[in-house]
C-alpha cells in the first residue's frame, strides 16, 4: 500500500500542495512550525478520519478559508484509488472515493492503513489508561474496520445510559434496560477484539523490545477489567458477553446510586510491565521510549501479517527524542515500505532516502541527495 499522490488546498498552512511520493523513504526537513508534520497529518487524516494531533477537523483548514481540500492518490498493486475530501471549518465533511460519495465516514476505514511515530507516543506507556485503550481500538479497527461500529455503538449508549442514568427525577428503568443490552452487545464485541489482538501482539513487543535495546527483558501485559474480577485474557473470550452481563446486572444499584455508568470497557486497564513491575511507574525514561516505540513497531508488524500488505510509514520527528544507540537501533529495523520522515535536524545516520524535501512556510523545495 502506497500513496503515489498528494493534492492539498488550505489544509493547515499550506495554499496549495502538489506532491508525487516515491515508493521508499521521503524525508521532509526543515524548521519547527513550517508545515513538515502538517503533511504526515493530511496522509493520516486519509487512513483514520482525523488528526493524529487529536485536534477537530477545524484546525486543519487554513485560517480564512471555509474548507480544506484532501486529494490522494492510493495504489495496492495493481490497483488505483482516489480519496477527494472536502474537510470544513463548520458544517459536515464532504468524502468521494473513485467519485462516489461515502454516505459515512467510517466507509473510508481500510483505504489507507498508516503506522505513525510521533514524540507524544511516550504516553502509550506513562500515561492514563484511555490512551493505551485508543491504541488497542485504533490499531483495531485499521485491521478490521468493523470494530468500529461497535466502537460508536459502545460510546453512543455509554453516553444515552449515562444521560439517562443523571437526568432529574426517577431513573426510567425499562429504557435502562434496553440500553444494558445494548452495553452488552456492543461492550462484548469490542473486549473480545481487543483480546484477540493482544494475543497477536505480545510475541511483537517483545520482538520489538529486543531489537530496539539489543536484551530481552522479562516484559509481559495483562488486560485488566475490574467487572470481570481482574486478569481477562484468550480463555474468557467465549465467556465475555455473560461476564459483562452479569456485571452489569450486579452494579446497577449503584450506578442508580452514583448517576453514572461503573461497568464496561471503557474503564479497563491494559498493564505493561517490565521485569514483574508497571512500566509507567517503575521504567526508566528510556526503557519507557523503548517500549512505545517497541509498541508502534509490534502493531506495525501485526497489520502487515493480519492485513497482507505494510501499512505507511510516517515518522514525524522520532529520532530527536532517541539517544544515539536507540536511534541507530530504530534506523536498523525500521520496517520496509514507502516511510515519510520529519525532522529539524540532522538526518540519522543509515538513513538513505529516495528523495528529500526541505519544508518552509508551507512550501516546499527538493534537496539533492
Same mark, same amino acid.
Given at each position: 500500500?502506497?500513496?503515489?499522490?498528494?493534492?492539498?488546498?488550505?489544509?493547515?498552512?499550506?495554499?496549495?500542495?502538489?506532491?508525487?511520493?516515491?515508493?521508499?523513504?521521503?524525508?521532509?526537513?526543515?524548521?519547527?512550525?513550517?508545515?513538515?508534520?502538517?503533511?504526515?497529518?493530511?496522509?493520516?487524516?486519509?487512513?483514520?478520519? %482525523?488528526?493524529?494531533?487529536?485536534?477537530?477537523?477545524?484546525?486543519?483548514?487554513?485560517?480564512?478559508?471555509?474548507? +480544506?481540500?484532501? /486529494?490522494?492518490?492510493?495504489?495496492?498493486?495493481?490497483?488505483?484509488?482516489?480519496?477527494?475530501?472536502?474537510?470544513?471549518?463548520?458544517?459536515?465533511?464532504?468524502?468521494?472515493?473513485?467519485?462516489?460519495?461515502?454516505? /459515512?465516514?467510517?466507509?473510508?476505514?481500510?483505504?489507507?492503513?498508516?503506522?505513525?511515530?510521533?514524540?507524544?507516543?511516550?504516553?502509550?506507556?506513562?500515561?492514563?489508561?484511555?490512551?493505551?485503550? !485508543?491504541?488497542?481500538?485504533?490499531?483495531?479497527?485499521?485491521?478490521?474496520?468493523?470494530?468500529? +461500529?461497535?466502537?460508536?455503538?459502545?460510546?453512543?449508549?455509554?453516553?444515552?445510559?449515562?444521560?439517562?442514568?443523571?437526568?432529574?427525577?426517577?431513573? *426510567?428503568?425499562?429504557?435502562?434496560?434496553?440500553? !444494558?443490552?445494548?452495553?452488552?452487545?456492543?461492550?462484548?464485541?469490542?473486549? %473480545?477484539?481487543?483480546?484477540?489482538?493482544? !494475543?497477536?501482539?505480545?510475541?511483537?513487543?517483545?520482538?520489538?523490545?529486543?531489537?530496539?535495546?539489543?536484551?530481552?527483558?522479562?516484559?509481559?501485559?495483562?488486560?485488566?477489567?475490574?467487572?470481570?474480577?481482574?486478569?481477562?485474557?484468550?480463555?474468557?473470550?467465549?465467556?465475555?458477553?455473560?461476564?459483562?452481563?452479569?456485571?452489569?446486572?450486579?452494579?446497577?444499584?449503584?450506578?442508580?446510586? /452514583?448517576?453514572?455508568?461503573?461497568?464496561?470497557?471503557?474503564? *479497563?486497564?491494559?498493564?505493561?510491565?517490565?521485569?514483574?513491575?508497571? +512500566?509507567?511507574?517503575?521504567?526508566?525514561?528510556?526503557?519507557?521510549?523503548?517500549?512505545?516505540?517497541?509498541?508502534?513497531?509490534?502493531?506495525?508488524?501485526?497489520?502487515?501479517?493480519?492485513?497482507?500488505?505494510?501499512?505507511?510509514?510516517?515518522?514525524? *520527528?522520532?529520532?530527536?527524542?532517541?539517544?544515539?544507540?536507540?536511534?541507530?537501533?530504530?534506523?536498523?529495523?525500521?520496517?520496509?515500505?514507502?516511510?515519510?520522515?520529519?525532522?529539524?535536524?540532522?538526518?540519522? *545516520?543509515?538513513?538513505?532516502?529516495?528523495?528529500?524535501?526541505?519544508?518552509?512556510?508551507?512550501?516546499?523545495?527538493?534537496?539533492?541527495?
Amino acid at each position: 500500500m502506497k500513496v503515489a499522490h498528494l493534492w492539498l488546498t488550505d489544509f493547515r498552512c499550506y495554499r496549495e500542495v502538489d506532491l508525487t511520493l516515491g515508493e521508499g523513504l521521503t524525508v521532509l526537513e526543515g524548521a519547527n512550525a513550517q508545515g513538515k508534520t502538517s503533511l504526515l497529518e493530511a496522509v493520516t487524516w486519509a487512513g483514520t478520519t %482525523r488528526s493524529f494531533r487529536g485536534v477537530p477537523d477545524s484546525a486543519l483548514v487554513r485560517d480564512g478559508a471555509e474548507l +480544506a481540500v484532501l /486529494r490522494l492518490e492510493v495504489t495496492s498493486g495493481e490497483r488505483t484509488q482516489l480519496l477527494e475530501a472536502e474537510i470544513r471549518a463548520t458544517g459536515r465533511n464532504r468524502v468521494l472515493v473513485n467519485h462516489h460519495a461515502l454516505a /459515512r465516514a467510517r466507509e473510508l476505514l481500510g483505504f489507507l492503513r498508516v503506522t505513525v511515530f510521533a514524540p507524544d507516543d511516550l504516553e502509550l506507556v506513562k500515561g492514563s489508561p484511555s490512551g493505551r485503550r !485508543d491504541y488497542l481500538d485504533d490499531l483495531l479497527v485499521s485491521m478490521a474496520p468493523r470494530y468500529e +461500529a461497535a466502537r460508536g455503538d459502545y460510546e453512543k449508549v455509554l453516553r444515552q445510559r449515562n444521560a439517562l442514568l443523571r437526568a432529574p427525577g426517577p431513573v *426510567d428503568l425499562p429504557t435502562l434496560d434496553v440500553f !444494558d443490552l445494548q452495553l452488552v452487545a456492543a461492550g462484548a464485541e469490542l473486549v %473480545r477484539g481487543r483480546l484477540q489482538l493482544i !494475543d497477536r501482539l505480545e510475541p511483537q513487543i517483545r520482538l520489538a523490545y529486543h531489537d530496539l535495546a539489543s536484551a530481552t527483558p522479562e516484559l509481559e501485559t495483562r488486560y485488566e477489567a475490574e467487572w470481570a474480577g481482574g486478569d481477562l485474557d484468550l480463555s474468557n473470550v467465549a465467556d465475555v458477553g455473560g461476564i459483562l452481563e452479569a456485571a452489569v446486572v450486579a452494579a446497577r444499584p449503584r450506578e442508580l446510586e /452514583r448517576r453514572t455508568t461503573l461497568v464496561g470497557p471503557h474503564r *479497563d486497564e491494559w498493564r505493561l510491565r517490565l521485569r514483574g513491575l508497571e +512500566a509507567r511507574t517503575h521504567a526508566s525514561q528510556g526503557e519507557q521510549r523503548t517500549y512505545a516505540l517497541a509498541l508502534r513497531l509490534a502493531g506495525h508488524h501485526t497489520s502487515r501479517e493480519v492485513v497482507g500488505e505494510d501499512p505507511v510509514l510516517l515518522l514525524d *520527528d522520532v529520532f530527536s527524542e532517541l539517544d544515539g544507540d536507540r536511534a541507530e537501533a530504530l534506523v536498523r529495523h525500521l520496517p520496509a515500505g514507502q516511510t515519510l520522515l520529519t525532522t529539524a535536524g540532522v538526518v540519522p *545516520d543509515g538513513i538513505e532516502p529516495e528523495r528529500r524535501l526541505r519544508v518552509v512556510e508551507g512550501r516546499l523545495e527538493e534537496v539533492g541527495t
